[in-house]
């Protein structure tokens, strides 16, 4: 790997450690909802039940997601600093684990700009998730007989 590549891999293992905050809110509010629907189920009025459930079940979702990330932050790092020694070895490792597929003999390995991308892109569902959360959550909240 070369010395820019190296950098794009730390760049994107620290965006990713900065990420891990959403995950936590994500977690907070699947937490929060799942004690309010445990503890109040049958004195909550439809509309906030069925948004604190919704929260609780994009919960599941977001939760994949943080573990995913999670997982790529520790792979880009272990890239950036060299213990990873190419993208090969990460495929065939990977592939040993039973986490990707063995692909086949006469195919290149992927990118590593494609692999950012697929992170990136698996980042921005992540915060697409923990912000249907939020909004969920905040209907529930705005919908609540407080009487």
């Known amino acids: 790997m070369t010395d820019t590549e190296?950098?794009?891999?730390?760049?994107?293992a620290g965006l990713l450690r900065a990420a891990a905050l959403l995950a936590l809110w994500g977690f907070a509010l699947?937490?929060?909802?799942?004690?309010?629907l445990a503890l109040t189920l049958r004195s909550l009025s439809t509309t906030p039940t069925m948004a604190f459930g919704a929260v609780?079940?994009?919960?599941?979702l977001e939760r994949y997601f943080a573990f995913r990330l999670r997982f790529d932050e520790s792979l880009f790092d272990g890239l950036a600093r060299?213990?990873?020694?190419?993208?090969?070895?990460?495929?065939k490792a990977l592939s040993s684990l039973g986490l990707r597929?063995?692909?086949?003999?006469?195919?290149?390995?992927?990118?590593?700009?494609?692999?950012?991308?697929?992170?990136?892109q698996l980042m921005q569902r992540h915060a697409i998730?923990?912000?249907c959360q939020s909004a969920m959550f905040l209907l529930a909240l705005m919908t609540q007989d407080l009487s």
Do not use: E, F, K, M
Request: charge should be negative; proline fraction near 4%.
């Open 101 to 120: 597929d063995a692909p086949p003999q006469h195919q290149a390995t992927r990118a590593l700009d494609d692999r950012v991308q697929g992170t990136r």
């Open 82 to 91: 060299g213990t990873v020694t190419s993208l090969d070895a990460l495929d």
């Open 129 to 131: 998730v923990v912000a």
């Open 56 to 60: 609780v079940i994009l919960g599941a």
């Open 6 to 12: 190296r950098t794009t891999c730390t760049a994107l």
């Open 30 to 36: 699947t937490c929060i909802a799942a004690l309010v």
